[in-house]
């Protein structure tokens, strides 16, 4: 759909410059590490170097004897008694009774510099007795697997399965095997992809603050202070609203920074050093070491399809390991997987398998990449088999609007059919491949999610606007809140400032997360607005004696509705603000919900590349996204969002992978050895924003952060089967399992 | 361990700083001198976040002893825009929307600057690898290429 | 109190007998969750740990107060999360 037939915003759909971008050009916008406070100490970390080990003491005596060394926490110093989630996040912060996998937190140490600070790190004496470690999903769900442990299994375990399976699903509808009987064409294939990381290249940081009353403050970088703020709280056992979080300027987070890591460490560092400020700031290694990664997966698809590509029948089995604590995204990975797909018999089941590796946290559509992976994959292959094209396939299945999705629901507005189309009518697809070139396409999927949103916006008294919001700003929302606001006031862009608040100025905010801070915030702010506009009518109605409801806002100013309401000239919003102090006080607005009406988004990618036969290296030579956006509120943003999203999908097509040693270890903890894409692997990556609007916000906006990160695994593996004829079925496709199995061929 | 007095000049201002021997240039620039623009992502020479001039030479400044910066010149990001004229670098990232999060700007701009002085004319791929050694997880590097390749050909229109 | 049909996802029907359509006496989203929990004691850890509900295709988070009726189609998914 043409953008100009839908858009009659005077701002929606420009692309003026960001609010932030002078600060962050010029080296001025402070993030996590960049803050500091008189007096203030400096942390490190004391980390597990096994797998898995019974934690038999430690002793400190000696970093405290060290001049400068101000405390030392250990687990001893965390309240006890946590359940569940909260006991998860304790243990994660600081091992207890075991270190459950290499790099995990044991003890942290706060000194007057950071050198001293490492020194006396290494001071801090760990006495461990070695556990037997296990590491990859399918291994840990065996017989005889170590058990990480005991009792961890929630209740939809069936029994018989290893302790360490802690999280069993199975859903589905029809009746797949008359759906793979209906079929002429059958095939079933294993898929695994590996454990990845957000990669954000600000590592966390971050300073806090305690005093014996247990009344604390921390500047974080975050994707969400109030996550921060209540998981803190529940880990020290001290009350969320006496600590009060402010979120920096942050350097990526991708899912990666909607939990917390080392960040109470900081707070009990501080009370036990008198409540002086400490401030902890994670090495590349430990970042890699000890937040975020995504699960590894280990999956069995099976599809059954007609000769004219209708699908009859389709089975997901799902595997995967989230770390050594429940929360692999087994679940949204079922989800999607076949969200695409218009199903009558369709089933899925799924394990949540411990595992001695870090927590994972979510990354991009968590879960999303590595169910397409396979699905997209064996789709894919059937296609082939049938000589059929994967892009009508895709159309002759694909669901829309209305349709039951294969996780259950009806889909509300989709735009799948719209964003194939779009693809089809692409000139990167009329492109000439060479020997050794070939051409992927897959469909990815992300829900988009609303989550808890509080907004507050304030007219100022020369007619401009402040807006307070909650979900910090990573790629821009900044600008798009601004401009839908700006757009409901009728007033300038530049009249509008987007403050992104502490803990204490707002209600609850979910974080940035979930694609939702565009929807969701944006949804809230617009809402703020109205109310803050319903007061300007008000006030100019009180002005000239008429009814409230006989005043209209347009174009920035309060007019009276229609002819009946009498004639007066427009007041317009500065005339308002200018004498709002005498006509009854501030004028704001405020908006609290869990905002309704998320839409979600598809895209499907189209890569074409190059396989190099001697070296088994893949060079991307031309690259398309193409995603419904709903609406694109900043233009250049969404396709900032393709972007980035597509290319980390192709690092973890190609390059990035969690490596461990026999004993467990990270094996690739830097960035040199866990290779994320460069500029020199890449070409421009082309995009088209589809825009089919969300009826469940004022502008339609769907939130494209997520999907993109999920077509660019089966599109690459896909396409490497079109250069030369091997199907790919284990992440990364590094060179050196490229030329294996080009050797193999 | 005993601090050594370092004299530099940063951004054309003299700088004097004590500095632990063990201490990056980075450190110094970040926990001395209180230029943070130069960012830390990875501490081992990977991200090019810490990207700064020393003596004129490109140089991961975590990977340089603030110690050596002694008797030497050295800019940063905090002295790329000429008082509120900004590089044209900077004004087309911000045009370009080649920015998300920012943390990999103030290194990039230091970087791609270098470039444009020894090549005003880059072609794509030779934008592409010279900034091979600046990590960028949020954009994708197609609006960064943009952006440079907009910014020299209007600095090569200045200069014409 | 209107009669509503909850679908389950399957790998739930061991801690409902068997069932994997549970009809439960509610008017809320709220109300419905707990009819469930009071129907089959066994969901009730797997609610309390976090579950979305779909009303009709849309997912609400948080959602205890929203109405439900009988013509609505409910389906119980695993609690939403993203990056
Ligand atoms: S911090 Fe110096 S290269 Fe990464
Ligand atoms: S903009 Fe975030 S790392 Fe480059």
Request: charged share 20%.
């Amino acid at each position: 759909m043409a953008k100009d037939e839908l858009n009659t915003f005077k701002l929606v759909g420009t692309r003026p410059d960001r609010p932030d971008g002078l600060d962050k050009v010029t080296g001025r916008a402070r993030y996590g590490a960049d803050f500091s406070l008189p007096g203030m100490l400096h942390a490190a970390v004391v980390r597990s170097p096994h797998a898995h080990a019974k934690i038999v003491k430690i002793d400190a005596s000696k970093a405290l004897a060290l001049d400068g060394v101000k405390a030392v926490v250990t687990r001893a110093d965390l309240p006890t008694g946590l359940t569940g989630d909260e006991w998860d996040l304790q243990e994660n912060t600081l091992a207890g009774e075991k270190a459950l996998y290499d790099g995990h937190a044991v003890a942290a140490v706060a000194a007057t510099s950071k050198l001293l600070a490492e020194e006396a790190a290494r001071l801090i004496e760990v006495e461990y007795e070695v556990l037997p470690h296990v590491i990859h999903v399918d291994d840990a769900m065996a017989e005889g697997a170590p058990v990480i442990r005991e009792g961890a299994a929630d209740p939809t375990v069936p029994e018989g399965l290893h302790p360490n399976v802690v999280k069993y699903m199975e859903f589905g509808r029809g009746d797949v095997e008359a759906g793979f009987a209906e079929a002429d064409l059958v095939m079933e294939k294993s898929y695994k992809t590996e454990a990845t990381h957000q990669g954000y290249i600000e590592p966390h940081a971050c300073v806090g603050q305690m005093g014996s009353d247990n009344k604390g403050e921390m500047w974080v970088c975050t994707q969400g202070q109030w996550f921060i703020r209540k998981m803190s709280a529940a880990v020290l056992g001290i009350e969320a609203s006496q600590l009060r979080v402010t979120p920096s300027e942050i350097g990526g987070g991708f899912g990666g920074k909607t939990t917390i890591f080392m960040e109470p460490l900081s707070l009990a560092l501080s009370k036990k050093a008198g409540g002086r400020p400490v401030k902890i700031v994670m090495t590349r290694s430990e970042v890699l070491r000890a937040t975020g990664p995504t699960a590894s997966a280990s999956m069995d698809v099976k599809i059954g399809m007609k000769t004219d590509g209708t699908i009859t029948g389709a089975r997901a089995e799902f595997r995967m390991q989230g770390g050594a604590f429940p929360g692999a995204p087994v679940d949204m990975a079922l989800y999607c997987a076949f969200a695409g797909y218009k199903l009558e018999n369709v089933q899925h089941i799924g394990y949540d398998v411990l595992a001695n590796r870090p927590k994972c946290a979510a990354y991009r559509a968590p879960g999303s990449p590595m169910g397409a992976f396979a699905v997209e994959s064996l789709v894919d292959e059937m296609c082939r088999e049938l000589k059929l094209d994967p892009i009508e396939v895709r159309i002759k299945n694909g669901v829309q609007t209305g349709d039951r999705a294969s996780y259950g629901p009806k889909f509300g507005s989709i735009g799948l059919k719209e964003v194939l189309e779009a693809v089809k009518d692409h000139p990167n697809l009329q492109a000439e491949l060479g020997p050794n070139q070939g051409r992927g396409f897959a469909v990815g999927y992300w829900f988009n999610h609303n989550g808890e949103t509080s907004v507050s916006m304030a007219i100022g008294e020369d007619g401009t606007a402040q807006v307070s919001v909650g979900t910090p700003d990573i790629g821009g929302s900044r600008a798009s809140v601004s401009l839908m606001v700006a757009e409901t006031l009728g007033i300038p862009y530049e009249d509008v400032r987007v403050n992104v608040v502490e803990t204490g100025a707002l209600g609850v905010n979910e974080p940035t997360h979930g694609s939702r801070a565009t929807f969701a915030t944006g949804k809230a702010a617009v809402e703020a607005t109205q109310g803050a506009i319903k007061e300007m009518c008000r006030r100019a109605a009180a002005e000239w004696g008429i009814d409230e409801e006989a005043v209209e806002w347009a174009d920035g100013a309060a007019q009276p509705a229609g002819p009946n309401a009498g004639k007066f000239p427009p007041m317009t919003i500065k005339e308002i603000a200018a004498k709002m102090g005498s006509t009854g006080g501030p004028i704001s607005g405020h908006h609290e919900s869990v905002p309704d009406g998320v839409g979600a988004s598809f895209g499907a990618h189209v890569v074409d590349l190059e396989v190099d036969p001697e070296t088994g290296r893949v060079t991307i030579l031309r690259y398309l996204v193409v995603q419904d956006a709903g609406r694109a509120i900043h233009p250049s943003y969404v396709e900032g969002q393709y972007q980035g999203g597509a290319v980390q999908g192709i690092g973890w097509a190609l390059n990035e992978e969690y490596v461990y040693d026999d004993k467990g270890r990270l094996a690739n903890s830097v960035f040199l050895d866990y290779r994320v894409p460069v500029a020199s692997d890449l070409p421009m990556i082309d995009t088209v924003i589809v825009e089919v609007p969300n009826p469940g916000h004022p502008f339609g906006v769907r939130g494209v952060g997520e999907t993109g990160i999920t077509p660019p695994l089966p599109a690459i593996a896909n396409a490497i089967h079109d250069a030369v004829g091997v199907r790919m079925t284990h992440l990364p496709i590094n060179p050196p399992k490229l030329l294996a199995a080009l050797k193999a061929k | 361990m005993t601090k050594v007095h370092v004299q530099t000049k940063i951004n054309g201002d003299a700088v004097e700083f004590l500095a632990d021997p063990r201490e990056t240039l980075l450190d110094c620039l970040r926990d001395h001198v209180g230029l943070t623009g130069s960012k830390e992502g990875c501490g081992t020479g990977d991200c090019g976040a810490c990207s700064v001039e020393l003596d004129g030479t490109l140089v991961c400044s975590c990977l340089v002893l603030g110690v050596e910066a002694n008797g030497k010149t050295v800019d940063t990001i905090e002295g790329m825009a000429t008082g509120n004229d900004l590089h044209p670098l900077q004004r087309k990232f911000i045009e370009h929307a080649a920015l998300q999060c920012g943390f990999c700007t103030p290194g990039i701009l230091v970087a791609a600057k270098k470039l444009l002085e020894v090549n005003p004319d880059p072609t794509e791929e030779e934008t592409r690898y010279w900034l091979a050694g600046n990590l960028c997880r949020c954009t994708g590097y197609d609006k960064i290429i943009r952006a440079v390749m907009d910014a020299a050909a209007e600095m090569r229109q200045e200069v014409a | 109190m209107g009669q509503v049909t909850v679908h389950l996802w399957s790998g739930l029907r061991r801690l409902t007998d068997g069932a994997e359509t549970v009809e439960v006496e509610a008017d809320t989203v709220g109300e419905m969750l707990d009819a469930l929990s009071e129907a089959h004691p066994g969901v009730k850890p797997v609610l309390d740990a976090g579950v979305s509900v779909a009303v009709n295709g849309e997912i609400l988070n948080g959602g205890r107060h929203k109405a439900v009726s009988p013509e609505d189609e409910i389906f119980l998914m695993q609690r939403m999360k993203g990056g």
